[in-house]
C-alpha cells in the first residue's frame, strides 16, 4: 500500500546497525499500532520508549489528518482486534487536539475505542491515569456513546466486578448516560448498576429478567446449587442468568469438575473454550460434549465473530493436552487464516528465525514472534503449494559475521530448491528451507518449523539470506522485525538487495520497530505488519495491485 511507504531519504540503522529507513508517521504509526502490546518489552525497546514512540506518533497524525485518524482507530479496534493500542490511539488523539483547541470528532474517537462493554472503563482507566480525574466533554460523551451501545444485563453480570479499577456504577456515575433508543429497560439497568457499585439492598428491577433469575440462583443455599447442574434443563438455566465459567467457579465454592463444567460449556465463548481445553480434560469431560465445542471451532461463522487473532488457535493447540481437540483447532485456525490469497507463480518466503524474533508477544502469552511469524509462513506456503526439498540448506555461521562465505555458511548455499510454486525458508545467520506435504496440517507444520529455530544460529542476516535464498522467484515475502545485521560485503546494500526492481518484496513486520530494513517509496517495495487475519487482507490487496489506499 504506497500510502504506507512514503520516503525519508535521511541514512538511519537498524537496532543491529545494518542499513535502515525511516517512515512517513502514518506508516510508522499503523505498523507500530497493528503489533503494539502496550506497556510491553521487545528486544530493542522498553515498554516506556515504545509507549511514548507511539503516543508521540498518534499526536502527531491526530493533529495531520483527524478523518484519517477516526477511520484508522475504528478500524485497528474492530478489524485488526488490537484493544489496548486503539483505546491509547484514540484518549492521545483527543488529548493532543484538545491542546490545540481543536473540537470535532473528539468524541466519536472514543466511541470508536470501544467494542466491548469493558472497554468504556478501559478508557477512563487510561484517561484519569495520565491526565487526571479532570474529565473533557467529548471524553464524557464518547465514553456515554458507547455505554448506550454496549451496556447490557449479560455484560453487567461478566464485566461488573471489583477487580475493576472502574466499574459499570462508577462509569455511570461519571459520564451519566442515557438509555439508547430502542432500549426502554437500559434505565433500570444503570439504577441497578449504581446499586450494585453502593451496596444498596435493593431488589433486581422486575424489567431485567436475566439479572432477576441470576439473583435467584444467588441466592440458593450452597448445598443445593450442584443439583442446578444435574437438573434436567440445568445448563439452560445458568446460560438465562448470565452464569459465565468463571462466576460458577465461584458460585459453587466447589471444584469445576466434569459436570459443572459440561452445565456451562454451551454457553462459553470460543475464546473461553479455547482457553480451557486443558481443564475440560483434566476434568473428564466426556467425548460428547468434546464434540459439540470441535463442532462450534469447525463453524466459520462463529469463528469470525469470535474475533480471535489467529495465533491464539496456534496457543490452544499447544495448550491442549489431548489429541481429540486437534482437528478442530486446525479447521479453526483455517477460518482465521480464510484471506490467504491465490499466488500465481513462484514465491519466495523468509521467515526470520533470530534472536530477536524469539521474545514472547506479551508477558501474559507463550506465543512468540517467531511462532507468528512461522504462522505466516506456513500458511502462505500450504496455501501456495510448497515446494522446495526440505531439510537444511545452509548451516550457521560458527563465529562472526566476517566468516560468512565459510563452509556451511550463507554465503556458500548453492540453492533453495524451487520446484514448487512456495518455497518457505527460515533465516537467522545461515538459510533452511522447510517443505510442508501436501495437505498438511498448519499447526503441525509450524510445530515443525519452529523446532529448528537456532539450526542456522541466531543473527538477523537478511541481505545474506535473501542472496542465497532468491532464485527467480515472482514475489518475495519476507516475514520478520526488520533489525537486519550489516551486510558484511558491502554496508551500504539493503534487505532487498540481489531482489530485482521489478520484482515486489512484501515485508510482514511482526514488530514494529520504527527503523526498517525495507525502502519505503519504492516501487514494488511493501511493509506490513500485525498478528491478526487482516495481515493476509492487506498482503491480498497488495498482490492484487491495490496499493493505494489504506485498508479502512
Not at 441470576?214 to 450452597?222: G, K, S, T
Request: one cysteine or more; aromatic letters at 8%; glycine letters at 12%.
Amino acid at each position: 500500500m504506497a500510502k504506507f511507504n512514503k520516503a525519508r531519504h535521511d541514512p538511519i540503522e537498524t537496532f543491529e546497525g545494518g542499513k535502515a529507513y525511516r517512515r512517513d508517521a502514518k506508516s510508522d504509526l499503523f505498523l507500530l499500532a497493528v503489533t503494539n502490546m502496550v506497556g510491553e518489552d521487545t528486544f530493542y525497546e522498553a515498554a516506556d520508549d515504545r509507549d511514548k514512540r507511539y503516543r508521540d506518533l498518534v499526536h502527531t497524525v491526530a493533529l495531520e489528518d483527524p478523518e484519517w485518524m477516526l477511520r484508522f482507530v475504528g478500524w485497528l479496534r474492530s478489524e485488526a482486534n488490537m484493544r489496548s493500542a486503539s483505546v491509547v490511539a484514540a484518549c492521545e488523539a483527543v488529548w493532543a487536539r484538545l491542546q490545540v483547541g481543536l473540537s470535532g470528532q473528539n468524541r466519536q474517537l472514543i466511541a470508536a475505542a470501544c467494542r466491548r462493554a469493558d472497554e468504556p472503563g478501559e478508557v477512563l482507566g487510561y484517561w484519569t491515569g495520565r491526565y487526571g480525574r479532570a474529565l473533557p466533554k467529548p471524553v464524557k460523551r464518547g465514553v456515554a456513546d458507547a455505554v448506550g451501545r454496549l451496556y447490557s444485563e449479560y455484560t453487567l453480570a461478566k464485566y461488573d466486578s471489583d477487580a475493576k479499577g472502574f466499574r459499570f456504577g462508577d462509569v455511570i456515575d461519571l459520564v451519566h448516560p442515557a438509555a439508547a433508543v430502542g432500549k426502554p429497560w437500559q434505565g433500570d439497568l444503570f439504577r441497578h448498576a449504581l446499586d450494585r457499585r453502593h451496596n444498596r439492598d435493593n431488589p433486581v428491577p422486575a424489567a431485567l429478567g436475566t439479572l432477576t433469575k441470576r439473583a435467584e440462583l444467588l441466592a440458593l443455599p450452597v448445598a443445593e446449587r450442584r443439583g442446578v447442574l444435574l437438573a434436567d434443563g440445568g445448563s439452560e438455566r445458568l446460560a438465562e442468568a448470565g452464569m459465565t465459567w468463571e462466576a460458577l467457579a465461584g458460585w459453587l465454592q466447589g471444584p469445576m469438575d466434569a459436570a459443572a463444567w459440561e452445565a456451562v460449556i454451551p454457553s462459553m465463548g470460543l475464546m473461553a473454550l479455547a482457553r480451557n481445553l486443558r481443564n475440560f480434560d483434566e476434568a473428564g469431560v466426556r467425548d460428547e460434549v468434546a464434540s459439540q465445542v470441535c463442532a462450534r471451532f469447525l463453524d466459520a461463522g462463529q469463528v469470525a465473530r469470535s474475533r480471535m487473532l489467529p495465533y491464539r488457535w496456534l496457543s490452544a493447540y499447544r495448550a491442549a493436552p489431548s489429541l481429540r481437540w486437534g482437528h478442530a483447532l486446525e479447521g479453526a485456525l483455517g477460518h482465521a487464516i480464510a484471506g490467504i490469497p491465490e499466488l500465481p507463480g513462484r514465491t519466495l518466503v523468509l521467515v526470520d528465525t533470530s534472536g530477536s524474533m524469539n521474545g514472547v508477544v506479551s508477558a501474559r502469552s507463550r506465543v512468540r514472534h517467531v511462532d507468528v511469524g512461522a504462522l505466516i509462513g506456513v500458511a502462505l506456503a500450504v496455501r501456495g503449494g510448497a515446494g522446495g526439498s526440505g531439510g537444511a540448506v545452509g548451516g550457521g555461521v560458527a563465529g562472526s559475521v566476517g566468516s560468512v562465505g565459510s563452509v556451511g555458511s550463507v554465503g556458500s548455499v548453492g540453492s533453495v530448491s524451487t520446484t514448487g510454486s512456495v518455497d518457505l525458508v527460515g533465516f537467522a545467520d545461515g538459510v533452511f528451507s522447510h517443505r510442508p506435504p501436501a495437505g498438511a496440517s498448519v499447526l503441525r507444520s509450524i510445530q515443525v518449523f519452529t523446532s529448528r529455530v537456532g539450526e542456522v544460529g541466531y543473527g538477523t542476516q537478511i541481505v545474506e539470506s535473501v542472496r542465497a535464498a532468491y532464485k527467480g522467484h515472482d514475489r518475495v515475502v519476507i516475514v520478520s522485525d526488520m533489525q537486519a545485521f550489516p551486510y558484511y560485503y558491502d554496508k551500504g546494500k539493503g534487505a532487498d538487495a540481489f531482489i530485482p526492481k521489478s520484482v515486489p518484496v512484501f515485508g510482514i513486520n511482526t514488530t514494529g520497530y520504527g527503523r526498517s530494513a525495507l525502502p519505503p517509496g519504492v516501487a514494488n517495495r511493501y511493509e506490513i505488519g500485525g498478528f491478526s487475519d487482516k495481515v493476509f487482507t492487506m498482503f491480498g490487496l497488495l498482490t492484487a495491485g491495490q496499493d493505494d489506499a489504506w485498508p479502512f
